[in-house]
Structure formats: C-alpha cells, structure tokens
C-alpha cells in the first residue's frame, strides 16, 4: 500500500483529505506544538512527531517513510523551512520534481526559468541606486511577502530597510532583491500538470490577503500619510477569484510554456501542482512577478473542488485529491518514477 506524507502546515489538511478520499494511507509530520491541531481530524492515519521539520531527514523517520511507501509532497512549509540541499537529500520519493524547487528558492534562477517560458516579468533593479519608479524589495526564498516593502528611490530603500533591520526583521547581511513593482488585480493562477496524460489542467485562481498592506488601504490618505511604520506582505488568507472566460486561452498557453521550458532546463520538468502568480493591469495584460513550483495554499480555498475542475471531473476534485490520483494511477500502472524525484 502508498502511503501520502506530508508537513503539517500550509495545505496538509487539503493533501491528506485528498489521499484518505482515494484510499491511501496518510502520514503527517507534525511538529508537537500542533499536536493537539491535528488529532482533531480523523483522516490522519499517523503522526511522525518532531521538534523541527528537519528532522524528517534522521534515519529513523525516514525509514518509517520508507516501511510505509510513502510519497512525500512538498508545499512552501519544506520550501521555507529547508535548504534546497537537505530538500534535495530526502531519500522518500517526492511528488513532482525536487529539482526545481531550488529554482523557486533562488531569486536569479527564479527569473531565468520565468523568462525562458517568455512569461512576462517584471524589470529588475539590479542597485538601490537606479530605484527611479515605485519598486518592490523582496527577501530570498519563500517568505511569503514578511519584510517586503515598497520604496520609490534610493533614500527610501535606505531609511525602510534600516528601519527592518532595526526591527529585526532582515538581517544587514541579506541580500535583497529589488523589483518594479506592478499595480492590478492580483491573480494566482494555479495549475497541474500530469506526466501521464501529458495535459496541462487549469485548476483555478485565488487571490491572496496581506497584512499589513491592506489594512492600509482601509484608512483615510490623511491617516495614511501619518503612518510611519513600514507594511508587510504578510499573507493572512486566500479568496477565490474566476477570471473573464475570455483569458483562459492566455492562461493555458502560459501554464504550457512554463511546462515545456521547465523541461528544457530542469528535468524531468514541471510535473504535479504549479503557481503562476502575478497581476492583471487596465489592459488586460498579465505581468507575473513569482511561480510556485509545488502546490500552493491557495489550493485551499477549493478544497471541495473549484469550478475549473467540475468542468473537468465529474466528481468534487481538491488539488489534495487530484495529487493522490495521479499517485494512485502511477503506482497501478508502474510509473510511480514518472512522477516522483
Ligand atoms: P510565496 O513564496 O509565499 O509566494 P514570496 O515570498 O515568494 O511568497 P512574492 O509572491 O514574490 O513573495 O511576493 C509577495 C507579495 O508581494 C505578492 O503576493 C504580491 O502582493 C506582492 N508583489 C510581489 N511582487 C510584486 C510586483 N512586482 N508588483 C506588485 N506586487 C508584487
């Protein structure tokens, strides 16, 4: 029997859910702070208890792993909480290709696999000192938007990141990167590849609410001006969103480009759940400033399935459930390989 595995954190209620309804058995690795959380759910068939995610690399959980035939799918918890080396060293098979997540981890290479597959991109600043428009300044990793910020020249870069540094927020030793910013309306368009089919689905998009960003847009400008504090992207939550029916050609064909460029530069290519996120200006044109190359928790909001899907199954399908089928039919057809690192 497979196994499903996976951090408790991000999506892993939506993953396990997803395996328990296909009938695999389902293993979370649960730091003991969330102990209590997590037995509340019944579909959780066992808990490897740990202090730190990391120590799923000792041999004693991986071997437990190993007993189970688990998968183990990555989402931004293993992302954020990992070096790509120690991801990359996980003997349990992965969902997906491990190998790319370095390329999500790592800024430069970030950008180079976004322009291969001719997504566009938003300019990058390459010194605080040619900042001569609005521009973003994100950290490394997935930080999921904490100590970002926004600065409209170079004395602005300065004073706000002083200010975080004082705050303990970054360290003065971190490289930041430095990005035009885009203004629209927020989209992250959420995707799933199989190998086995050799289809790209499009599952859905969701948008994401930040603090404290947004609570700023709540207050009067008056008040707003007032506020010295530097805001945060910190993501709270997610909402849906259903894009205008007349952009969906667009969306599949960027969801097939980043497919086939993944597979010219990283094999064996962008396999499983994907993100492309970004944002949609007056016109219409989409400008995208981040891919996830795993499942996203935005995933969550659908986990009763979303309206993309019931267009494709004729049953509720979660991004969880979706992963375990294709788990399933690899291992029923012998090509468990296929899909995992
Ligand atoms: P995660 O890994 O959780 O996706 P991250 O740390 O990689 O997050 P981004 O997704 O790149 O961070 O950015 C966080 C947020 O900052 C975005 O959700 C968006 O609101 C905003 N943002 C990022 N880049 C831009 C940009 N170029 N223009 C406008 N807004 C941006």
Redesign the pocket.
């Known amino acids: 029997m497979t196994a499903i595995a996976t951090l408790g954190s991000h999506c892993a209620l939506q993953v396990l859910k997803g395996a328990k309804d296909e009938g695999l058995k389902t293993i979370l690795v649960c730091e003991r702070k969330r102990e209590r959380l997590y037995r509340r759910f019944s579909f959780i068939d066992e808990l490897i208890l740990v202090d730190s995610f990391t120590e799923i690399l000792e041999q004693k959980h991986q071997s437990i792993l190993e007993q189970n035939n688990a998968v183990l799918i990555p989402h931004?918890t293993l992302?954020?909480q990992m070096s790509s080396e120690q991801i990359e060293s996980i003997k349990t098979p992965i969902f997906g290709n491990k190998w790319i997540l370095r390329w999500?981890s790592d800024r430069t290479m970030k950008e180079k696999l976004m322009r291969e597959a001719r997504l566009p991109v938003?300019k990058p600043v390459l010194h605080s000192k040619d900042i001569d428009k609005l521009?973003?300044v994100?950290?490394q990793?997935?930080?999921?938007?904490?100590g970002?910020f926004l600065a409209a020249n170079q004395e602005d870069y300065n004073k706000k990141r002083e200010q975080l540094i004082s705050q303990g927020i970054i360290s003065k030793e971190e490289t930041l990167y430095i990005?035009?910013?885009?203004?629209g309306v927020?989209a992250?368009l959420q995707f799933f590849y199989s190998p086995l089919k050799e289809e790209l689905e499009f599952f859905g998009a969701d948008q994401?609410h930040?603090s404290d960003?947004e609570g700023l847009a709540r207050i009067p400008s008056e008040q707003q001006l007032k506020n010295t504090k530097v805001p945060s992207?910190n993501?709270i939550g997610n909402s849906p969103i259903v894009l205008r029916e007349s952009l969906l050609d667009e969306v599949y064909t960027m969801g097939e480009n980043f497919v086939e460029a993944s597979k010219r530069i990283v094999s064996p290519g962008m396999n499983g759940p994907f993100?492309i996120?970004?944002?949609y200006d007056e016109n219409a044109k989409f400008?995208s400033?981040?891919f996830?190359a795993r499942i996203?928790?935005g995933t969550n909001i659908y986990m009763d399935g979303s309206p993309y899907y019931s267009l494709l199954f004729n049953e509720p399908m979660s991004m969880g459930k979706r992963i375990a089928r294709e788990i399933k039919t690899a291992k029923g057809t012998n090509q468990l390989d296929k899909i995992t690192t």
């Open positions: 931004g992302i954020a999500e938003p521009v973003i994100k950290r990793g997935a930080a999921g938007g904490k970002y990005q035009e910013y885009a203004a927020l992250y994401r930040e960003i992207f993501v993100c996120e970004g944002v400008t400033f981040e996830s996203v928790a």
